[in-house]
């Protein structure tokens, strides 16, 4: 089981970036994907998910209206526009394949992690 995250860098407040996350065919297309998220210091928390069809997605509260979780499961990936950045959303983003169809806030519904990608905002 293979995850790849990809498309951190170093972006100004107000900037975008766009991540990627390549699963492997055979573990997510019957599965939700989700985006969490890690600044130093602090523990993972929740970012977004997407249905294992796109049809149903979710965000934080602290990144609604700027984010966007989308997926190509022709493509076998996973996305995550960012949008509006600003300093807090600096982290390392972890895309995440869950256990069940429709994802969760929960890390610990989430069976499969990506090794991250690093996210920063500067000022």
């Known amino acids: 089981v293979q995850l790849q995250a990809s498309g951190g860098g170093v972006v100004q407040t107000g900037g975008s970036l766009k991540l990627s996350c390549a699963t492997s065919?055979?573990?997510?297309?019957?599965?939700?994907v989700g985006w969490f998220r890690q600044a130093p210091g602090k523990e993972r928390e929740f970012v977004a998910h997407?249905?294992?069809?796109?049809?149903?997605?979710s965000y934080a509260d602290s990144v609604k209206g700027r984010f966007t979780i989308s997926r190509d499961n022709a493509r076998n990936t996973v996305y995550l526009q960012l949008n509006s950045l600003n300093v807090e959303d600096t982290a390392v983003y972890y895309c995440?394949?869950?256990?069940?169809?429709?994802?969760?806030?929960?890390?610990?519904?989430?069976?499969?992690w990506g090794q991250g990608t690093q996210v920063t905002v500067s000022s």
């Open positions: 997407v249905s294992w069809n796109g049809g149903v997605t």
């Open positions: 065919r055979r573990t997510s297309s019957n599965n939700a």
């Open positions: 995440a394949v869950a256990r069940s169809s429709y994802g969760s806030t929960d890390a610990s519904q989430y069976r499969y």
